[in-house]
């Protein structure tokens, strides 16, 4: 039997029933804070939706298409991040998600999405998942975490990547098993995938352990689209006919970068979304680093105000989703026409990574 039809057919752990109810309960818990945060934000465009803030930079993977890890970088101290988690709760941050890196290397992770909860914010997580226990789960879930997402990048590992469904199919049991938190398992189409069906044989083995399933369309290394093959697109049309869509997930920009299409849209990074790196700066989105490049203390909400309403000329081929997603709330109302804010000199530790300069808008 192939490693496709193995992954298709494995059954789902079995759960006990007292924690269908329990997961029950903190899902629908879950789905009023998610709901009075989409209303809040169609209400008021005065405050953050989103933000993504690193503990770590350092990976235990190298993935050969990443520019968002190193091998070296130490965790960002506690206490500075519980002042990075203030300072965005003072702008009202409804959503604060620890990206990396690998935050699960962070030492006080779970201190850190503890104060994300105590401000009233959804705590989430992005990993590769590698470093998954049925111990680390149960922390995670006491630590109050909301949301995970894993992205799988391939059914069997490669040159490229190491992110596998045959290495993390075990991490994906053990979170049917044990988490009390939404999972989200992303899979991609692109460049430097061998194969695509990978991402649709991935798709039904997430929908298949009672898990949320989405697929990303790959991007260069400043997040911009790469045209997808024929085969490729079949392929994404036919995960998305999957179904199991959920509000929290709006992905409909990615019919059009399907399709090799530019995506009109109004990007609110700078504003609605804010990408913090480990030196404590606001960057656009983790491939926009290096502007505005201005310390998370130093940021007002004036400069929030004026992101909100500046043009960012990368985003028709933009594949970052989860600004794209952020940019739904927004895309309806207040046209873009403010000129950028003068970057601040790139950090070294952006030079170090090879991160580019974004073009000027």
């Not at 649709?200 to 290394?221: C, M, P, Q, W, Y």
């Amino acid at each position: 039997m192939s490693a496709n039809t193995q992954a298709e057919v494995k059954p789902r752990p079995q759960v006990h029933f007292a924690t269908r109810l329990r997961r029950q309960a903190l899902r629908l818990n879950r789905l009023g804070r998610e709901l009075k945060m989409i209303a809040w934000g169609l209400m008021d465009t005065k405050h953050v939706l989103l933000a993504h803030l690193i503990p770590i930079r350092r990976c235990n993977l190298s993935c050969a298409y990443c520019n968002e890890y190193d091998d070296h970088s130490k965790p960002v101290p506690l206490d500075l991040m519980y002042r990075r988690v203030d300072r965005l709760a003072a702008f009202g941050a409804s959503i604060i998600t620890m990206s990396g890196g690998e935050p699960l290397l962070h030492p006080d992770l779970d201190d850190i999405l503890w104060r994300i909860r105590r401000t009233g914010a959804l705590a989430g997580m992005i990993t590769n998942g590698y470093l998954l226990t049925a111990e680390r789960i149960q922390r995670l879930n006491q630590a109050g975490l909301d949301h995970l997402q894993i992205s799988i990048d391939n059914v069997m590992p490669d040159e490229v990547s190491k992110k596998s469904l045959k290495v993390l199919d075990q991490k994906l049991e053990l979170l049917a098993e044990h988490a009390d938190f939404h999972v989200n398992i992303n899979s991609v189409l692109g460049s430097g995938v061998r194969d695509p069906q990978d991402a649709l044989t991935i798709a039904k083995r997430a929908l298949a352990l009672g898990f949320s399933s989405t697929v990303g369309v790959i991007h260069d290394e400043q997040g911009q689209l790469r045209t997808l093959s024929d085969k490729a697109t079949d392929i994404y049309h036919e995960i998305k006919n999957l179904g199991k869509g959920s509000y929290a997930r709006i992905n409909w920009f990615q019919h059009d970068l399907a399709d090799g299409k530019p995506h009109e849209w109004r990007c609110r990074s700078g504003s609605r979304y804010l990408y913090i790196c480990e030196d404590g700066l606001v960057h656009y989105c983790s491939q926009q680093r290096g502007f505005p490049a201005i310390p998370l203390d130093d940021y007002t909400r004036e400069m929030l105000r004026q992101e909100f309403f500046t043009k960012k000329a990368c985003a028709p081929h933009c594949t970052i989703s989860c600004v794209q997603q952020v940019g739904t709330i927004d895309n309806w109302r207040s046209p873009q026409t403010q000129p950028g804010f003068r970057p601040y000199p790139k950090p070294a530790s952006l030079v170090q990574l090879g991160s580019p300069t974004p073009g000027a808008d």
